[in-house]
Structure formats: structure tokens, C-alpha cells
């Protein structure tokens, strides 16, 4: 799986998978681990009634600016940022962050269509799963994530 960056926004260290992420700072991690942590800690929707957003505003911003938003823009608001940059050179850290976001884009929809295919499996599947996944750290943590939700379910 790809890594991308987590930026903990907490006032203490975080752990995702085998990475520690003191406060205030990012690392790059596994893009499953993440998503896991997400799952545990169930992800909000985006808001309907969010303010417009508007390319020209966007792109007026500072790069940093740019840069720490794109997580939150839509797949749509997104995509219309790569097209601008394709005709404008972008500067040189969004340059870098572009191909980052679009690649942690592409994980977090490979991990949500792995995560709706566990929950569809029956607990004998999701067991032949958990054995199955042993090289890939990703998916492995996204079916222990699947079988321990299911344990505290029975509870």
C-alpha cells in the first residue's frame, strides 16, 4: 500500500501502526493505518451545507494554505485543482503535494471498497481473510479492525 502523510493534531503522541507521531507533527505511514484509526474512530461525513468553495479563491492562497487543505476538498474540488495546475505550473511544495494527495485519494478508495467487501464476508470468510492478508500490514490491520468491531458487537 502507499504511505502518505498523518499530521497529529493532538496535544499528545499518537501511534499509527508502528509509527509514533509526537504532537504538533507528520510523518508518513501506511495509508490503510490510517484508515483503520478512522474507522475506529468514526469518520464524519462532510458537511452539506460547507461554504462555497471556488477554484479562484484556491489558488489564490499561500502554497502552505493549499497544501494543508486538499485532504478536505472533494474528489471533484480536487480534480479541479490538478486541471488547473496541469496549464499553470504550481509551485514547487504543491508540485510535490499534488501526486501525494492524489495517490492517499486512490488508497483511501482501494481501503473503503476492501472494508465494505469484509463486511460483507461471513466469519468464517473474514477468518480465511485474516490468514490470507499476513504479508500485506495494511489489510491485515483493516480485518482485525472488521473482526474486533464484530467481537464488540456480540458484547
Known amino acids: ?5 498523518y499530521h497529529n493534531k493532538e496535544d499528545k503522541a499518537v501511534h499509527i501502526g508502528p509509527v509514533t507521531i509526537p504532537a504538533g507533527e507528520t510523518r508518513m505511514v501506511e495509508a ?3 484508515l483503520a484509526r478512522a474507522d475506529q474512530q468514526g469518520r464524519q461525513p462532510q458537511s452539506a451545507e460547507a461554504t462555497e468553495w471556488r477554484l479562484e479563491a484556491f489558488v489564490k492562497q499561500k502554497q502552505d494554505d493549499e497544501i494543508e487543505q486538499l485532504p ?16 499553470n505550473q504550481p509551485p514547487k511544495k504543491l508540485e510535490k503535494a499534488l501526486p501525494i494527495e492524489a495517490d ?10 476492501y ?3 469484509l463486511k460483507a464476508m461471513s466469519d468464517e470468510e473474514l477468518q480465511g481473510e485474516l490468514l490470507s492478508q499476513t504479508a500485506d500490514e495494511g489489510r491485515l490491520a483493516l480485518v482485525q479492525v472488521e473482526l474486533s468491531s464484530r467481537k464488540e458487537g456480540e458484547e
Open 32 to 34: 490503510a493505518y490510517v
Open 1 to 5: 500500500m502507499n504511505k502518505i502523510p
Open 72 to 87: 478536505g476538498l472533494t474528489d471533484d474540488q480536487f480534480a479541479a485543482v490538478v486541471a488547473y495546475y496541469e496549464n
Open 104 to 113: 492517499a485519494r486512490a488508497a483511501q478508495k482501494e481501503a473503503d471498497a
Open 115 to 117: 472494508v465494505e467487501a
